[in-house]
């Protein structure tokens, strides 16, 4: 019998994911023991054209990260999921969006202007040059992926069956997720009902974190480079925006361990549409304001509030974007 | 008991009795300058000096600590006896002349002029007699032992050690009490002590009765000036309390006792007047707030209930001003109620008691109850000048050669003129508020506040005494002011609703609630003080949030601040709105 076989992708992406896989270390062998690797554009050289050759549903697993960013991040999701039997959005991009989807916040237009015309680091010789989809060369005429005017996220592309979630997924979740996998291959036992959110917990980042937590009121919010923080007591209290409360556990609460407000990588906890409104909500609670005016001024002590609640699931949020600007 | 003969009376009396008290018992009188009945007996000024007899011997003794034994035969007015307490208070008067105490012990004992003159005479009215009762009841009775004798001789005088204040002392008084020359003054040193005054025209003693309508009328003990409470000694009210109630060891205790439903009746106070400086409470003479007034005019206050000035004279014109902090922009925009009406009753008395002129400084009179326009009118007949206006300030004026008096600056409205009243003695209404700690309160049973800080009813019109938390009730000035009738009607109100809870036995809720779902709260406390009606607790062990099903009235704040969804309205989830909205977009 053949190994089944296995793809890696990488779409919109930092290729943290892939370091965190490589972290596998020893483990990586079995993976490369239990399965025939097809696709892992990251590690290895792969041509496109043979993951096309293959008949449909030919590859057992495919672990699929990045954001769709371009038409190309589009047609390889579309391909591998044809390809695929068990598609996994893996990371908080391919899951929520993540960072690239912080792009949703401009449009294509003002990013372009920005990123080719107006930067400051830019070359002077570059300066004002676009790209263009398709050039004619002398050689012939050559093609770039369409740059989409929104991020999107693997599930609003493409039918996807399991989640693993985290900026990047913690090793130990991946290595996990993929023991369970080979057992289940293995030993023909049932598949999880599909969109289990797999390698995390069912409660939130707080679960985990052992800092103490009592009673909140918040007077000031302070960004983490403005306060000496007590290593003790919850972060929310001593006004760090942690996300905490509306993230998912599975990290086992890393970075509140480094006096880090929770950056809400693991994306919003079971029930939850929207992880950033729902943070708006529980903050919006517990600020210590008798009026109108002193919540405003309390407010207004965090620091980019749109990129800080919507960090990591801008793409998968009710918003999905910022509206358009009417050109009109 | 023994058996003595005093003067040739039999009389029994108990063993180690001292003559003295033996002698008063049978009605004899002993002259003595040093004795008091709550410090041991000290000897010292030796008036009561007495004869005893044994056999066919006799000496003298000192009645006050000379304790009786079985047999004995006492002489107090015999010969010898009269001729040596003539010597000593000859010897007393020669040296202090002018004492009203020694003077009138003098002439008790038939002494008008002393035979011989004093070297050391002291013609001071409130001269030393070293009796030494100041010494001995801070040491015996008080504990404190500041005061002492120093030198010997001619030149024994009491001092304190070192001759400087002593940081020993409290302060309490005791010393002056005793003095028989009033030698010993208390200076007030109550801003530096601290000590608790709670009534600006009297002081009171450490043990009091609050006010003469205080229920249950029973004395209370000040801790905080009681000397036993401060050294252990003194113990004078306990030794003089004959059913023996005082007991010192009594100690403020938390009661926990379970209710399902709470009345909350805690009142209201006063404005602070200094807060209003241009009035010259606590600053001029003769500038009362209405409580301390009402303080005098109580026929067992500091005057006996006769109205007047610090000085003792009687006012000849006493001004009354209304609305001090109450519908006033800066303080408190609502209007106090009762005000009008006291300041009504104190204007007739005023009348009724003293000749003085009265100056009632109002902006609206507002005499809305049953039988208060009538007793307004009844004002106005009684010759009450009625000024229409805000009073500017207070001021103190002298013309010399006459006593200093109060000039008021005030805008009569009615006749459009500015003016300036003189008077002896100013009352200010100041306005109800709500208590200082009723926030802490709000807090504890989870009720709402207006923003006059007053309780907030459920209903201004149809629910006045119940809250937004059921079972909890309010009643009297903590839900706003009112005076006496008002609040006797709310809170027999709001007595009738609980007895109505209470004789149902069982309450029907709504089942529209929140839930938290268990397994899945992670215990981030985010809704731990949201709940307005403090359904929402922390369970440490279990270190997850919990919602009392019973408190818990459905509002939906918990809902919308849990960060994780864990909370949902019964019937009325998250998914379920989804789908309703779903549902109406796909038709």
Same mark, same amino acid.
């Given at each position: 019998m053949s190994k089944p076989k296995l793809a890696l992708y990488w779409a919109s992406s930092c290729g943290g994911c892939e370091i965190a896989v490589v972290d596998l270390e020893a483990k990586i062998l079995d993976v490369a023991g239990f399965f025939e690797i097809v696709l892992w554009p990251c590690v290895m050289d792969f041509k496109y054209k043979d993951i096309e050759a293959l008949p449909d549903g030919d590859i057992t697993l495919c672990l699929f990260n990045g954001a769709i960013r371009t038409s190309e991040n589009e047609h390889l999701a579309k391909m591998l999921r044809a390809k695929s039997k068990v598609m996994v959005a893996f990371g908080s991009c391919a899951g929520d969006g993540a960072i690239p989807s912080l792009a949703n916040f401009y449009d294509k237009d003002s990013i372009y202007e920005y990123v080719f015309k107006t930067c400051p680091s830019l070359e002077e010789s570059s300066r004002g040059v676009y790209p263009e989809t398709k050039t004619t060369m002398p050689e012939g005429e050559i093609e770039i992926p369409v740059f989409w005017e929104t991020v999107k996220t693997l599930d609003q592309v493409i039918d996807v069956d399991y989640y693993i979630p985290g900026c990047p997924p913690q090793t130990f979740q991946i290595a996990a997720a993929v023991e369970a996998v080979i057992d289940i291959l293995q030993n023909g036992k049932p598949l999880p009902p599909k969109g289990t959110v797999l390698g995390a917990g069912d409660k939130t980042c707080c679960d985990d974190c052992t800092r103490v937590k009592s009673e909140k009121k918040i007077k000031k919010f302070y960004r983490p480079q403005d306060i000496i923080t007590d290593p003790e007591q919850c972060l929310l209290e001593q006004g760090i925006v942690c996300m905490g409360p509306a993230t998912r556990n599975g990290c086992e609460a890393l970075c509140m361990k480094a006096n880090m407000g929770c950056r809400g990588c693991y994306g919003p906890p079971e029930g939850v549409l929207d992880q950033g409104a729902k943070m708006v909500s529980a903050l919006s609670s517990v600020i210590d304001a008798q009026n109108p005016e002193d919540a405003k001024k309390i407010i207004d002590t965090i620091a980019d509030p749109l990129g800080t609640f919507y960090r990591f699931s801008m793409a998968s949020s009710i918003l999905r974007r910022v509206q358009k600007k009417n050109n009109k | 008991m023994i058996k003595l003969t005093i003067d040739g009376k039999q009389l029994e009396v108990f063993e180690d009795t001292s003559i003295l008290k033996a002698a008063e018992k049978a009605g004899i009188w002993i002259p003595t300058m040093c004795h008091c009945d709550y410090i041991e007996p000290y000897g010292v000024c030796r008036l009561c000096s007495v004869e005893v007899v044994k056999g066919k011997r006799s000496r003298i003794v000192t009645a006050c600590n000379y304790p009786v034994r079985e047999g004995l035969t006492v002489r107090t007015n015999s010969e010898r006896v009269k001729w040596i307490r003539?010597?000593?208070?000859?010897?007393?008067?020669?040296?202090?002349? %002018?004492?009203?105490?020694?003077?009138?012990? $003098?002439?008790?004992?038939?002494?008008?002029? =002393?035979?011989?003159?004093?070297?050391?005479?002291?013609?001071?009215?409130?001269?030393? #007699?070293?009796?030494? &009762?100041? /010494? %001995?009841?801070?040491?015996?009775?008080?504990? @404190?032992?500041?005061?002492?004798?120093?030198? &010997?001789?001619?030149?024994?005088?009491?001092?304190?050690?070192? %001759?400087?204040?002593?940081?020993?002392?409290?302060?309490?008084? !005791?010393?002056?009490?005793?003095? =028989?020359? @009033?030698?010993?003054? /208390?200076?007030?040193?109550?801003?530096?002590?601290? $000590?608790?005054?709670?009534?600006?025209? !009297?002081?009171?003693?450490? #043990?009091?009765? =609050?006010? &003469?309508?205080?229920?249950?009328?029973? =004395?209370?003990?000040?801790? !905080?000036?009681? #000397? %036993?409470?401060?050294?252990?000694?003194?113990?004078?009210?306990? +030794?003089?309390?004959?059913?023996?109630?005082?007991?010192?060891? &009594?100690?403020?205790?938390?009661?926990?006792?379970?209710?399902?439903?709470?009345?909350?009746?805690?009142?209201?106070?006063?404005?602070?007047? +200094? @807060?209003?400086?241009?009035?010259?409470y606590g600053r001029l003479d003769n500038v009362y707030s209405s409580l301390d007034f009402e303080h005098m005019l109580n026929s067992t206050g500091p005057t006996n209930g006769t109205i007047q000035c610090k000085d003792g004279s009687v006012p000849r014109a006493v001004g009354i001003i209304h609305c001090i902090g109450s519908r006033d922009e800066n303080y408190h925009k609502y209007c106090s109620r009762v005000c009008c009406m006291y300041a009504l009753k104190f204007a007739h008395l005023i009348k009724d008691r003293t000749t003085a002129e009265v100056y009632q400084f109002y902006i609206d009179m507002r005499a809305f109850g049953k039988g208060y326009e009538e007793f307004y009118k009844r004002l106005l007949d009684e010759g009450v000048n009625m000024i229409r206006g805000k009073v500017g300030e207070v001021t103190e004026c002298r013309v010399d050669g006459e006593k200093p008096f109060l000039k008021v600056a005030c805008e009569d409205t009615l006749i459009g003129k500015f003016r300036e009243i003189p008077l002896d003695m100013v009352i200010l209404c100041p306005a109800i508020e709500s208590n200082a700690d009723s926030s802490d309160l709000k807090k504890i049973f989870s009720i709402s506040q207006s923003p006059d800080k007053f309780f907030l009813e459920r209903h201004p019109k149809l629910d006045p005494m119940s809250t937004m938390t059921d079972g909890i009730f309010i009643a009297g000035c903590a839900q706003g002011p009112k005076d006496i009738p008002d609040s006797v009607a709310q809170a027999s109100g709001a007595a009738a609703k609980i007895l109505s809870l209470i004789s149902v036995g069982e309450v029907a809720v709504d089942p529209i609630k929140a839930e938290i779902v268990e397994e899945r709260c992670s215990g981030c406390r985010i809704c731990n003080n949201l709940c307005p009606y403090g359904a929402i607790s922390y369970i440490d062990e279990k270190k997850i949030s919990f919602i009392n099903d019973m408190l818990c009235k459905g509002c939906g704040t918990c809902v919308a601040a849990c960060p994780s969804s864990v909370i949902t309205g019964k019937g009325f989830t998250d998914a379920q709105i989804m789908a309703e909205i779903e549902g109406l977009l796909a038709i």
């Open positions: - | 003539k010597i000593i208070m000859e010897l007393m008067l020669s040296r202090w002349p %002018n004492v009203p105490a020694v003077k009138e012990m $003098a002439e008790q004992l038939g002494i008008s002029k =002393p035979r011989f003159e004093s070297k050391e005479k002291d013609e001071a009215e409130d001269a030393c #007699i070293l009796c030494g &009762m100041c /010494v %001995n009841v801070c040491n015996d009775l008080v504990g @404190k032992g500041v005061l002492g004798f120093s030198k &010997m001789g001619i030149e024994r005088e009491v001092v304190l050690p070192y %001759n400087e204040r002593s940081e020993e002392c409290i302060a309490c008084g !005791a010393c002056a009490y005793v003095c =028989p020359t @009033k030698h010993i003054k /208390v200076k007030s040193l109550e801003y530096e002590r601290g $000590a608790i005054q709670d009534w600006s025209l !009297a002081s009171k003693t450490a #043990i009091y009765v =609050p006010t &003469m309508q205080a229920v249950p009328r029973v =004395p209370t003990i000040d801790e !905080a000036s009681c #000397i %036993n409470k401060q050294t252990g000694g003194c113990k004078a009210c306990q +030794t003089y309390c004959e059913p023996g109630a005082i007991n010192y060891d &009594m100690k403020d205790e938390e009661i926990e006792v379970e209710v399902g439903q709470i009345l909350i009746t805690t009142g209201y106070q006063l404005m602070d007047l +200094t @807060k209003m400086p241009q009035f010259g």
